[in-house]
T-cell receptor, first 112, second 114 residues
């Protein structure tokens, strides 16, 4: 059982469409990070959210941390082919010791 | 500034052999963590080292070991390789213990066990 559940697992959309990726848990996290990973490469950090209800924007990407710090979402506006990749959320909790717990990821494919 | 560097980038080994993977963290970072990512899954935590001491261990067998050197670089060793050890091995660098600060990943080492 994944501690962090990501949905959907796979998303294929046309260029210009909007999309939302979800990261849910029954546990509270002290912080949550979103990464984007391309095939054969390491994950690249996009954002870190630490405060319940926090919203952060990175160009066309909007990240939100749930009020209870159990869930997060990533919204992409007007998706472009360059957004294609694996999107991973990762959470940290003191109870988990010194590690990040990752979701299984959402594979996004944006077609031109 | 150089990011996190890992070597080698690709490696093919035979079952039963051992392997050593290397990681150099971002300059000034004192923590290195290792993760295993198999195809279709998110990374799974293996070890974290901070100031040359082990500060966390994931649910991996004793065939996996690691160490951190005085210059904060790190090695991950895997003995008696199994086919199931085939994966992308990722090194993450952070200024403090992961969970207290952001982690930055290297490009990974793709290990194939045949």
């Amino acid at each position: 059982t994944q501690l962090l559940e990501q949905s959907p697992q796979f998303l294929s959309i046309q260029e210009g469409e909007n999309l939302t990726v979800y990261c849910n848990s029954s546990s509270v996290f002290s912080s949550l990070q979103w990464y984007r990973q391309e095939p054969g490469e390491g994950p690249v950090l996009l954002v870190t959210v630490v405060t319940g209800g926090e919203v952060k924007k990175l160009k066309r990407l909007t990240f939100q941390f749930g009020d209870a710090r159990k869930d997060s979402s990533l919204h992409i506006t007007a998706a472009q082919p360059g957004d294609t990749g694996l999107y991973l959320c990762a959470g940290a909790r003191p109870e988990y010791g010194n590690k990040l717990v990752f979701g299984a990821g959402t594979i996004l494919r944006v077609k031109s | 500034d150089a990011g996190v560097t890992q070597s080698p980038t690709h490696l093919i080994k035979t079952r039963g052999q051992h392997v050593t993977l290397r990681c150099s963290p971002i300059s000034g970072h004192k923590s290195v963590s290792w993760y295993q990512q198999v195809l279709g899954q998110g990374p799974q935590f293996i070890f974290q080292y901070y100031e040359k001491e082990e500060r966390g261990r994931g649910n991996f067998p004793d065939r996996f070991s690691a160490r951190q050197f005085p210059n904060y670089s790190s090695e991950l060793n895997v003995n008696a390789l199994l086919l199931g050890d085939s994966a992308l091995y990722l090194c993450a660098s952070s200024s403090l213990l992961v969970g207290h600060t952001e982690a930055f990943f290297g490009q990974g080492t793709r290990l194939t066990v045949v």
